[in-house]
């Protein structure tokens, strides 16, 4: 199984039991998409669909919010600051009051305060083209996943053939609740991730984790433990033998065992876990 089609496969997989329900989801009227993608730039998903239910309420359609005052967008926008959004927003409801979102597609772009984001998220969402969605959650599970510095040039290379056979609205949903509830930008939750060794970042901090374990004192330590749980009355000078390492530095990790109550010694000879 190629590496895009396990990523595709669990990542499907994960969202049946982990897939945030909100009343856009259900949607693929352009409108509500724009709607919602603009309110929730920067700001917290639960906290975004509380100001789209407002807002779809009192403008259904971009023809009710180009009739709407400046005044009056501004007051409803109160408290999700960046009101510029807000202005870019009115802006294009009144150009979508004249030109549907058919007679502009594919080019959203030309709206004011649509960039390449939100141009895709309409695309996907509303038109089901096999593009996926770059938001920062998005860009950050595929450079970790698939180990490339440029996930932007990796997703525009590959998303036909990862969107192959599937809803690409789907795919972009699950990718951005995984990003913003698995693999998270400062704590990724890798002991309980759906990838282990798939993912090119487990892989490095598990090897980085391997070196920093390796010949180090918590290393030796647990080898000396595990000789002594299978033996009595070791003799120190066979312990060299077995943990190969410097005699002073055998000796300083012993005294430290010793002193914390883990090992006897007895007549500086003789070693056994203490009783
Ligand atoms: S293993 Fe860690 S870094 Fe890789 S996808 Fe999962 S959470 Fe992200």
Redesign the pocket.
């Known amino acids: 199984m190629s590496k895009q089609h396990i990523f595709k496969k669990k990542l499907l997989s994960w969202s049946i039991k982990n897939t945030r329900e909100y009343s856009w989801r259900n949607s693929e009227d352009p409108w509500k998409i724009l709607l919602l993608e603009v309110i929730s730039q920067q700001t917290q998903l639960d906290r975004a669909n509380k100001y789209y239910q407002k807002f779809i309420r009192k403008f259904p359609s971009p023809n009710e919010m180009s009739k709407a005052t400046k005044k009056e967008i501004l007051g409803m926008w109160s408290g999700l600051g960046y009101n510029s959004r807000a202005i870019r927003l009115h802006e294009a409801s009144k150009i979508l009051s004249k030109n549907s979102f058919d007679s502009i597609y594919p080019e959203f772009d030309i709206l004011p305060g649509v960039g390449e984001y939100t141009k895709n998220a309409i695309l996907s969402f509303a038109y089901n083209d096999k593009v996926i969605t770059q938001d920062t959650n998005v860009l950050r599970?595929f450079s970790?996943?698939f180990g490339t510095k440029d996930p932007k040039k990796f997703i525009i290379e590959n998303q036909k053939n990862i969107l192959k056979n599937i809803k690409s609205r789907k795919f972009n949903e699950v990718l951005m609740d995984f990003g913003s509830e698995?693999?998270t930008s400062k704590s990724?939750?890798?002991n309980i991730?759906?990838?282990?060794n798939e993912?090119k970042?487990?892989i490095q901090v598990k090897k980085s984790t391997q070196t920093t374990f390796k010949g180090s004192d918590r290393e030796i330590r647990g080898k000396i433990i595990k000789h002594l749980i299978v033996n009595k009355n070791v003799d120190i000078s066979s312990l060299n033998m077995i943990i190969e390492t410097e005699e002073n530095r055998l000796e300083h990790i012993l005294e430290k065992l010793e002193s914390e109550g883990m090992v006897t010694i007895k007549n500086k000879k003789l070693i056994e876990i203490s009783s």
């Open positions: 599970v970790r996943f698995i693999c990724p939750s890798c991730c759906i990838f282990d993912c970042k487990f």
